[in-house]
């Protein structure tokens, strides 16, 4: 058998498949998250545990040989180890938003703008510019005793192998990775301030890294592949591999990759390139901050239960009685298609009359318009792939296909795990069925009346965001 490691932000998974690409079985942990003041955190040790804990959980259930491991998981963030990969400090996340300040002043004094046209990274608080350039204002010791700023599935990579540290081109993209090159851009280290922290950069891995495990949650010996990280991972997952094509990942964060071959360094800064296996060919990723996470909150908010999704939906027409979402719940702002780390989320037209259902489809609907600017943003003219934890809910996915006005090719199951497979079965030269492995569990057509009435709703949505904006900015 084949089997995925994800290392999500909120949840940690494996899952095993045939080789074919059925799913045989799937085991999970939650892990947590530490917000306080800005700050978002999490304890590496446990986020590690949760890794062995579902390899042991799914190797048991499924007592069959393990020929190949694909690994991905959450990019962005720092995650600070010492030499054998143990943590120096707790993780800071991609949520994170303690840098908002430096990503402030660096889009008021141009580096923003000229680390984008050098790289095509629009960077954001929770990236690892501005946090590496925090903490070596505010806590110098913790980098003095790292060996390496490494990213989540690096960590992991690290400690099921006792292989050196190493990352790879995915997650290297941001911010120092030049695209053409597919090397760390020396001249964006020095712009923030950290040609004195270089050393803490990881090697790159081009292609991804391979090593033999050491016997934690998984047989030793057996043969893993390090990356790409769970954005690219999903892609490959769901077989979005042609330029023009895209995937929506309906997650904790709201991300919109489309595939291309253009590197086009002069538009507006946002989003950002993230390089694949194949040089020349890139991702034209806009992940937005907030997706399911935004949702998680109303319902909490409201008392609501995920499974009552589905009906409530269809309790309140298109429009949701007046009330409107922006839905920009991240501490850290907004970060595609735009970089705006102080935009809020905004609730309009609220009234004594408004229901949990309006306000559920609200921001249902509010998540859609975001998700249609960030693939707008991105250039997506082929297929579109939707993915991850919304697409459980039927009636949110015909509402999704609706707001955005084209099919959506649902994959479903554990698409970034399956990535991972496919990308680790490329790097050891064995053959899988691309197709039979990414095919799509349904598509979903829009409705050509309720599109019609959300194209407008759409135009709406992009009047109220930039007035936002304004206000943020004031």
Known sequence: MYVGIDVGTSTVKAAAFDSGGRELAVASRPVGLVLHGGFVEQDMEEVYGAVVAVLDEVTSRVPEPVGLVGLTGQGDGVWLVDADGRPVRPAASWMDGRAHELVDRWMADGTFETVFRRTGSAMFPGCPGPLLAWLDSHEPKALDAAATALYCKDMVFQRLTGAGATTDVSDASMPFLDPRTRSYDNGVVELLGLTHR???LPPVGDPVATARTRGEGLPPGTRIANGPYDLPACALGAGVTSPGDGLLIVGTCLASLVATTDLDLAGEPAGLYISTDRPGHWLRAMPAMVGTAALDWVLSTTG???????????????GAHGVRVLPYFAPSGERAPFVEPRLRAELTGVCLESTPADLIRATCEGIGYAARHCLAAAGLTGTLAVCG??????????????????????????VGARGAVLAAAERYGEALDAEAWTRPTAVVEPDAARAAYYAQGYEEHLIRLSEARARARA
């Open 198 to 200: 270089r050393g803490l």
């Open 304 to 318: 609501v239960r995920h499974e009552e999704v589905d009906g409530l939906l269809a309790e309140t027409p298109p």
């Open 389 to 414: 934890g919304g697409t459980r809910s039927p009636a949110w996915m015909r509402l999704l296909a609706d707001v955005l006005g084209r099919p959506l090719r649902v994959v479903e199951g554990e």
